[in-house]
């Protein structure tokens, strides 16, 4: 089964760090985007970090600065390090992977279920 598999969330104060990993496994042929997605109680959903298959970022602007993402592709895996963490970050974080898959069905778009990650001021 093709799936990600979420971890790294917490809870901790203003100004410190976690950092989140997501590794997609199952029948890959070729991963192109992964990113992180957060929604707080109340608010939308919004793309936190993505990142290509050529490395390529697209961020927040609210974690501008402060976030980076980053991508292993020999494990399928990304990696996002969240510092100076602030109250309004918190949120529940899933990460989003896109592919192919010509075992499945060609082209995939999967989610994790989604951990916590609450920042107290």
């Known amino acids: 089964q093709l799936r990600v598999v979420e971890s790294g969330g917490g809870w901790v104060q203003a100004g410190e760090s976690l950092r989140l990993s997501c590794a997609a496994s199952?029948?890959?042929?070729?991963?192109?985007?992964m990113g992180w997605y957060r929604q707080a109680p109340g608010k939308l959903r919004e793309l936190v970090a993505q990142i290509s298959s050529g490395d390529g970022t697209t961020y927040a602007n609210s974690v501008k600065g402060r976030f980076t993402i980053a991508r292993d592709n020999a494990k399928n895996t990304i990696y996002l390090q969240m510092n100076f963490l602030k109250p309004e970050d918190t949120a529940t974080y899933s990460c989003?992977?896109?592919?192919?898959?010509?075992?499945?069905?060609?082209?995939?778009?999967?989610w994790g279920h989604g951990i916590q990650v609450r920042v107290s001021s």
């Open positions: 989003n992977a896109k592919g192919f898959s010509d075992a499945v069905t060609g082209p995939f778009d999967i």
């Open positions: 199952g029948p890959i042929d070729s991963v192109s985007d």
